[in-house]
């Protein structure tokens, strides 16, 4: 199963395509955890940074080379959930040309759907394990203890990117860029939406419907 999921900044992507990923048994591929760790001690990594930091996107030729390596590894065999990729029409369109070589063409786009006007708090409030990089949210979905990993006692940070000043600029290039892509695939017959304003278990609930109704 090929999966995309889609989303504004903040709608809860990575939240849920962990829980995907671990139903499916297929890889989570995150662009933006790609981009975070790569080693901040090369020039490219400090490029990226300071991309990430303004809440600018990088580039689309290095974005599509990064995850056209990444799908052609062998983890990829049986499919993968995309998160955060693609962000423009020239990556979707990349896309495509790419898993037409591969022979695994998309199964499904998920769009989680939150309105603007939630994603500020989501964002500001969110905060990831530096170890094993679950996310959590100090109001919404918060740990057990204040600031340790319920997962594995790792201890939290908070993004550089997770400020509402930088979240304003998110938000804007979301709306140009990416909100268009929603068309893309609805014209292609494989779109979904989800409502994202639910409890996080509701909204998997409703992913499962979906995927669990197109077999
Ligand atoms: P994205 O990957 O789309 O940027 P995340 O999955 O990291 O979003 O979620 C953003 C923040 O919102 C996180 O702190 C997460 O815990 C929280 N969150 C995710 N889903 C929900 C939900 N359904 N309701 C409330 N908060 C949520
Ligand atoms: P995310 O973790 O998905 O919120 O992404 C964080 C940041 O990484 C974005 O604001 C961009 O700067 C960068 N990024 C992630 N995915 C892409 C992409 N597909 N294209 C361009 N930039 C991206």
Do not use: W
Not at 30 to 35: A, L, P, Q, R, V
Not at 149 to 170: E, F, H, I, P, V
């Amino acid at each position: 199963m090929q999966l995309l999921i889609m989303g504004a900044p903040g709608a809860g992507k990575g939240t849920q395509a962990t829980k995907l990923a671990e139903k499916y048994k297929i890889p989570h591929i995150s662009t933006g955890d790609i981009f975070r760790n790569l080693d901040e001690r090369t020039e490219l990594g400090q490029q990226v940074r300071r991309f990430m930091k303004s809440g600018k996107l990088i580039p689309d030729e290095l974005t599509n080379q990064i995850v056209e390596e990444r799908l052609q590894k062998s983890d990829c065999a049986d499919g993968f959930i995309l998160d955060g990729y693609p962000r423009t029409t020239a990556q979707a369109i990349n896309l495509d040309v790419v898993l037409k070589i591969l022979r695994q063409p998309l199964t499904q786009v998920l769009n989680i759907h939150v309105e603007p006007e939630e994603l500020i708090e989501r964002a500001v409030g969110r905060r990831i394990c530096k170890n094993c990089g679950a996310t959590y949210h100090v109001k919404f979905n918060p740990t057990k203890v204040a600031d340790v990993c319920d997962a594995c006692g790792g201890s939290l940070y908070q993004r550089a990117d997770d400020n509402a000043d930088t979240m304003k600029n998110r938000l804007s290039v979301y709306e140009n860029s990416t909100r268009p892509l929603i068309d893309y695939y609805k014209q292609a017959g494989i779109y979904s939406e989800i409502d994202g304003r639910q409890p996080i278990d509701k909204v998997t609930a409703d992913l499962f419907n979906v995927l669990d109704g197109l077999k």
